[in-house]
Nanobody, 124 residues
Framework: QMQLVESGGGVVQAGGSLRLSCAAS????????MGWFRQAPGKEREFVAA????????TYAESVKGRFTISRVNAKNTVYLQMNSLRPEDTAVYYC?????????????????WGQGTQVTVSS
Protein backbone atom coordinates (compact mmCIF):
# COMPACT_ATOMS: atom_id res chain seq x y z
CA GLN A 1 0.00 0.00 0.00
CA MET A 2 0.99 3.60 -0.54
CA GLN A 3 -0.50 6.51 1.34
CA LEU A 4 -0.60 9.95 -0.28
CA VAL A 5 -1.30 13.21 1.54
CA GLU A 6 -1.74 16.47 -0.33
CA SER A 7 -1.19 19.93 1.14
CA GLY A 8 -0.80 23.51 0.00
CA GLY A 9 -4.26 24.29 -1.29
CA GLY A 10 -6.08 27.49 -0.46
CA VAL A 11 -7.72 30.61 -1.80
CA VAL A 12 -5.77 32.86 -4.17
CA GLN A 13 -6.61 35.72 -6.48
CA ALA A 14 -6.46 35.31 -10.23
CA GLY A 15 -2.89 35.69 -11.43
CA GLY A 16 -1.49 34.37 -8.17
CA SER A 17 0.51 31.26 -7.39
CA LEU A 18 0.28 28.19 -5.17
CA ARG A 19 2.51 25.19 -4.65
CA LEU A 20 0.90 21.88 -3.87
CA SER A 21 2.81 19.09 -2.17
CA CYS A 22 2.07 15.39 -1.97
CA ALA A 23 3.88 13.32 0.63
CA ALA A 24 4.00 9.57 0.07
CA SER A 25 4.58 6.75 2.50
CA UNK A 26 4.53 3.00 2.20
CA UNK A 27 5.82 1.42 -0.96
CA UNK A 28 8.81 2.57 -2.98
CA UNK A 29 8.01 6.09 -4.07
CA UNK A 30 10.83 6.31 -6.58
CA UNK A 31 9.37 3.43 -8.58
CA UNK A 32 6.03 5.09 -9.19
CA UNK A 33 4.90 7.50 -11.86
CA MET A 34 3.27 10.39 -10.05
CA GLY A 35 0.38 12.43 -11.33
CA TRP A 36 -1.85 15.33 -10.42
CA PHE A 37 -5.52 15.40 -11.30
CA ARG A 38 -8.32 17.84 -10.49
CA GLN A 39 -12.07 17.79 -10.19
CA ALA A 40 -14.29 20.85 -10.34
CA PRO A 41 -17.87 20.81 -9.02
CA GLY A 42 -20.17 18.99 -11.40
CA LYS A 43 -17.31 17.88 -13.65
CA GLU A 44 -15.33 14.69 -14.12
CA ARG A 45 -11.88 14.28 -12.67
CA GLU A 46 -9.29 15.37 -15.24
CA PHE A 47 -5.58 14.97 -15.79
CA VAL A 48 -3.29 17.88 -14.93
CA ALA A 49 0.32 16.67 -14.98
CA ALA A 50 2.50 13.60 -14.54
CA UNK A 51 6.16 12.83 -13.96
CA UNK A 52 8.35 9.78 -14.50
CA UNK A 53 10.21 7.81 -11.85
CA UNK A 54 13.36 9.87 -12.03
CA UNK A 55 11.70 13.14 -12.99
CA UNK A 56 13.20 13.28 -16.47
CA UNK A 57 9.90 13.05 -18.31
CA UNK A 58 6.86 15.22 -17.66
CA THR A 59 3.58 15.76 -19.42
CA TYR A 60 0.85 18.36 -18.97
CA ALA A 61 -2.72 19.03 -19.91
CA GLU A 62 -2.94 21.71 -22.59
CA SER A 63 -4.94 23.94 -20.26
CA VAL A 64 -2.06 24.22 -17.78
CA LYS A 65 0.99 23.95 -20.02
CA GLY A 66 3.35 26.85 -19.45
CA ARG A 67 1.69 27.79 -16.15
CA PHE A 68 2.07 24.65 -13.98
CA THR A 69 5.23 22.67 -13.23
CA ILE A 70 5.37 19.18 -11.74
CA SER A 71 8.50 18.04 -9.93
CA ARG A 72 9.57 15.41 -7.43
CA VAL A 73 12.22 14.82 -4.79
CA ASN A 74 12.56 11.08 -4.33
CA ALA A 75 14.74 11.48 -1.25
CA LYS A 76 11.79 13.22 0.40
CA ASN A 77 9.07 10.96 -1.04
CA THR A 78 7.36 14.12 -2.26
CA VAL A 79 5.90 15.38 -5.53
CA TYR A 80 5.05 19.03 -6.12
CA LEU A 81 2.81 21.04 -8.40
CA GLN A 82 3.85 24.67 -8.82
CA MET A 83 0.88 26.63 -10.15
CA ASN A 84 1.44 30.12 -11.55
CA SER A 85 -0.84 32.58 -13.32
CA LEU A 86 -3.86 30.94 -11.77
CA ARG A 87 -7.27 31.45 -13.32
CA PRO A 88 -10.78 31.05 -11.88
CA GLU A 89 -11.23 27.98 -14.08
CA ASP A 90 -8.38 26.29 -12.17
CA THR A 91 -10.67 26.11 -9.13
CA ALA A 92 -11.02 22.45 -8.17
CA VAL A 93 -10.04 19.78 -5.72
CA TYR A 94 -6.55 18.65 -6.68
CA TYR A 95 -5.57 15.02 -6.22
CA CYS A 96 -2.18 13.36 -6.15
CA UNK A 97 -1.93 9.84 -7.58
CA UNK A 98 0.68 7.10 -7.98
CA UNK A 99 1.03 4.53 -10.75
CA UNK A 100 3.26 1.47 -10.35
CA UNK A 101 3.77 1.25 -14.10
CA UNK A 102 6.82 2.42 -16.02
CA UNK A 103 5.36 4.73 -18.66
CA UNK A 104 4.13 8.21 -17.86
CA UNK A 105 0.37 8.13 -18.34
CA UNK A 106 -2.51 10.61 -18.42
CA UNK A 107 -5.17 7.96 -17.92
CA UNK A 108 -6.95 8.19 -14.59
CA UNK A 109 -7.54 4.43 -14.40
CA UNK A 110 -3.84 3.63 -14.68
CA UNK A 111 -3.22 5.10 -11.24
CA UNK A 112 -3.28 2.72 -8.31
CA UNK A 113 -3.18 5.02 -5.29
CA TRP A 114 -4.90 8.34 -4.59
CA GLY A 115 -4.77 11.03 -1.96
CA GLN A 116 -7.79 12.68 -0.38
CA GLY A 117 -7.39 15.91 -2.30
CA THR A 118 -6.77 19.56 -1.48
CA GLN A 119 -9.05 22.44 -2.44
CA VAL A 120 -7.77 25.22 -4.67
CA THR A 121 -10.01 28.24 -5.13
CA VAL A 122 -9.07 31.06 -7.50
CA SER A 123 -11.10 34.23 -7.13
CA SER A 124 -11.60 36.69 -9.96
Amino acid sequence: QMQLVESGGGVVQAGGSLRLSCAASGRTFSRHVMGWFRQAPGKEREFVAAISWGGGTTTYAESVKGRFTISRVNAKNTVYLQMNSLRPEDTAVYYCAADSGVLVTRRLYDYDYWGQGTQVTVSS
